[in-house]
């Protein structure tokens, strides 16, 4: 359990949550258990409101949650945080501490907060389940810290102090920018995380089924195995993943790798970072919403009638030991 100290720059009022999703409920139940007032701001009526309601909550409006606090965090989808910054702006008053989860719209100038506020930021590096769950086993997901406006020259405090509500001293937290952390996280989102590996899986499937094998061998040699890789990675980095592949893999490794991920591949990452940092992706995402979504409609509709994706959803139903996996994300998704 976090010590009281530890959360004492931000336990003289109220914390608010605006936003009851996966991070939302995550923040707002891991600060309660860390002995904070928590308010919990929702649509009246909608999923979060009564996501709240069962967990014991007493769920206002945004704006009223603000009001009533003396740091809010909002933790609504990038998109949506323009409109949920207008509902809750009348009622954060001089020093009070604005907290968000992703650079997003402050950095990209979505929102503007007065200036008679502290604009802190505080991003834990997993997803709300992992969050939640590592706090209750006695562990915490490390986090980012920035500060980008200090009114009450106690900003980074109470940063600090809501990573350790969230449980984050005890995985550490590293100091950063908005910019930073907005910046890198789109990168690695796009270039690493999601789209370079969904491309590079997506692409070594098609490759194997247009030589003429069968997909269901492709599948398992390109997408299943990939865990077992990432996990070796995400334990114990590069040498870890060394030390338990074969030296026939090790081999391939160093000598086929730099051909498929190589110089060309390096300059495609820097036009992508390039459109972060200028802020072409921003607006082109902006624009798409604005427009309905219809192109990321369509992509998306695209991915999910890929053939991996009809081959693997046929696999993975004769693969039991995946069913606690299943369920966790569904539960992730709906909340």
């Known amino acids: ?8 720059a931000i336990a003289e009022k109220p914390v608010a949550i605006v936003g009851y999703g ?6 707002a139940l891991n600060l ?10 929702a649509r009246p009526g909608g999923g979060g409101w009564n996501k709240a309601k069962a967990d014991g909550f007493d769920p206002v409006e945004p704006g009223e949650a603000a009001a009533q606090a003396g740091l809010t965090a909002l933790l609504t989808p990038d998109m949506a945080q323009p409109e949920a910054f207008a509902d809750i702006r009348e009622g954060l008053e001089a020093g009070d501490a604005l907290l968000f989860a992703h650079g997003f719209s402050v950095h990209f100038d979505r929102i503007n907060p007065p200036p008679y506020l502290d604009v802190i930021l505080v991003a834990p590096k997993g997803p709300g389940d992992l969050v939640r769950r590592e706090y209750e086993r006695g562990r915490g997901v490390p986090c980012l810290r920035a500060v980008h406006q200090d009114y009450s020259c106690h900003a980074g405090s109470k940063a600090l102090a809501y990573a350790a509500g969230l449980g984050g001293l005890r995985g550490g937290v590293i100091d950063t920018t908005f910019k930073e952390e907005t910046e890198t996280d789109l990168f690695g989102e796009q270039a690493v995380l999601c789209g370079g590996v969904s491309e590079l899986v997506r692409l070594g499937f098609e490759t194997l089924v247009e030589a003429g094998y069968q997909p269901e061998v492709a599948y398992f040699e ?16 590069l040498a870890k993943m060394h030390d338990f592949i074969s030296e026939t893999a090790k081999y391939g490794d160093f000598v086929s790798g730099p051909r498929i991920i190589n110089e060309e591949t390096r300059a ?10 200028d802020g072409s992706f921003a607006r082109d995402w902006i624009l798409e919403n ?3 979504l219809t192109r990321y409609n369509k992509m998306w509709q695209a991915d999910l009638d890929h053939q991996l994706e009809t081959v693997g959803a046929k696999l993975r139903a004769n693969m039991p030991w995946l069913e606690g996996a299943r369920d966790a994300s569904n539960k992730e998704a709906a909340e």
């Open 22 to 27: 996966s991070q939302g409920r995550a923040h």
């Open 32 to 41: 309660r258990d860390s002995g904070l007032d928590v308010r919990v701001g």
């Open 222 to 237: 390109c997408l299943h195995e990939l865990k077992l890789i990432v996990d070796l990675l995400h334990e114990g980095g």
């Open 1 to 8: 359990m976090t010590l009281k100290s530890d959360t004492a």
């Open 268 to 277: 495609r990452m820097k036009e992508v970072l390039k459109d972060i940092q």
């Open 290 to 292: 604005q427009a309905g």
